[in-house]
């Protein structure tokens, strides 16, 4: 008598990552400041300002009303950009100043995660003109960004039509575990960030990296691990296999002017030292 054997294999899995401060020891935006300079898309006076803009993102991040008001500002800034134009000026640069602030905690973790069959998904507020490539870099899977309303110009309206931030990361991951299978509660997530919050609390296994004061304590408070990444390696040494093209990336959400998001947080910055004075 034939015996019929069913298919009980598991739903599938994925580990969710924020890109600046937890997988790249940056901002991913400011790191361009130089190469957008030189490429006419800042003054001189904004691209050194960007080093202050770096310093202060690196000491206490931005918290909710700061990311806010970047984003109103910057949504105006981009207007008119050419999209093109900052996508060569990334892939240009991306290995030369991307490459050595990887984090080799992070590297050694994406690879662990593959290696057990997980999907590997960034998840940045980063725009994807910076954050696509980063991910291919990386051999992510999957990028979520924020996406800004294009013209038939090929420029920037200014217009945000998606902001990958906050609660709307939660959304995202939740509607791409619909769409691929994922079993959330056997997922994973990382991030240094308490605006991350929602999207940590949306997988079973939620991860600190480098916490934020806020992030932190509720971790600690919460019982989630708490990891700290501080050893920033060429991603070609640590991984000679991501160096190579890695599976196409299906790219969730997309685009906002990396340039934009520069100047940014460089008017806030300045406007900050300002109000200092």
Same mark, same amino acid.
């Given at each position: 008598?034939?015996?019929?054997?069913?298919?009980?294999?598991?739903?599938?899995?994925?580990?969710?990552?924020?890109?600046?401060?937890?997988?790249?020891?940056?901002?991913?935006?400011?790191?361009?400041?130089?190469?957008?300079?030189?490429?006419?898309?800042?003054?001189?006076?904004?691209?050194?300002?960007?080093?202050?803009?770096?310093?202060?993102?690196?000491?206490?991040?931005?918290?909710?009303?700061?990311?806010?008001?970047?984003?109103?500002?910057?949504?105006?800034?981009?207007?008119?950009?050419? #999209?093109?134009?900052?996508?060569?000026?990334?892939?240009?640069?991306?290995?030369?100043?991307?490459?050595?602030?990887?984090?080799?905690?992070?590297?050694?973790?994406?690879?662990?995660?593959?290696?057990?069959?997980?999907?590997?998904?960034?998840?940045?507020?980063?725009?994807?003109?910076?954050?696509?490539?980063?991910?291919?870099?990386?051999?992510?899977?999957? #990028?979520?960004?924020?996406?800004?309303?294009?013209?038939?110009?090929?420029?920037?309206?200014?217009?945000?039509?998606?902001?990958?931030?906050?609660?709307?990361?939660?959304?995202?991951?939740?509607? !791409?575990?619909?769409?691929?299978?994922?079993? !959330?509660?056997?997922?994973?997530?990382?991030?240094?960030?308490?605006?991350?919050?929602?999207? !940590?609390?949306?997988?079973?296994?939620?991860?600190?990296?480098?916490?934020?004061?806020?992030?932190?304590?509720?971790?600690?408070?919460?019982?989630?691990?708490?990891?700290?990444?501080?050893?920033?390696?060429?991603?070609?040494?640590?991984?000679?296999?991501?160096?190579?093209?890695?599976?196409?990336?299906?790219?969730?959400?997309?685009?906002?002017?990396?340039?934009?998001?520069?100047?940014?947080?460089?008017?806030?910055?300045?406007?900050?030292?300002?109000?200092?004075?």
């Amino acid at each position: 008598m034939l015996r019929v054997v069913e298919n009980h294999s598991l739903p599938r899995t994925a580990a969710f990552f924020d890109l600046d401060k937890t997988v790249i020891a940056k901002s991913s935006t400011l790191t361009f400041s130089k190469s957008f300079y030189q490429g006419g898309l800042i003054n001189r006076r904004a691209a050194l300002r960007t080093a202050y803009a770096q310093f202060v993102f690196l000491v206490g991040g931005l918290d909710h009303d700061q990311m806010e008001r970047m984003r109103e500002y910057l949504s105006t800034l981009c207007r008119g950009w050419n #999209v093109q134009h900052v996508k060569e000026i990334v892939a240009e640069t991306l290995h030369e100043l991307i490459d050595p602030i990887i984090y080799d905690e992070a590297a050694s973790l994406i690879e662990r995660h593959h290696t057990a069959g997980r999907d590997v998904v960034i998840v940045s507020t980063s725009g994807a003109e910076v954050v696509e490539p980063i991910g291919e870099l990386l051999g992510a899977d999957r #990028v979520v960004a924020t996406r800004m309303i294009v013209g038939d110009d090929g420029c920037f309206t200014g217009e945000v039509e998606y902001y990958a931030y906050g609660p709307t990361k939660a959304e995202a991951i939740k509607e !791409l575990a619909e769409t691929e299978g994922y079993d !959330l509660a056997r997922c994973y997530a990382y991030s240094d960030s308490a605006t991350d919050l929602p999207m !940590l609390e949306a997988v079973g296994y939620p991860h600190a990296v480098n916490p934020d004061r806020t992030l932190r304590r509720e971790a600690l408070t919460r019982g989630w691990p708490i990891l700290d990444f501080h050893r920033p390696v060429r991603l070609k040494k640590r991984l000679p296999t991501l160096s190579v093209p890695p599976r196409p990336t299906l790219v969730a959400a997309a685009a906002i002017g990396a340039a934009a998001a520069t100047a940014g947080l460089v008017w806030y910055t300045s406007r900050r030292r300002g109000s200092a004075v």
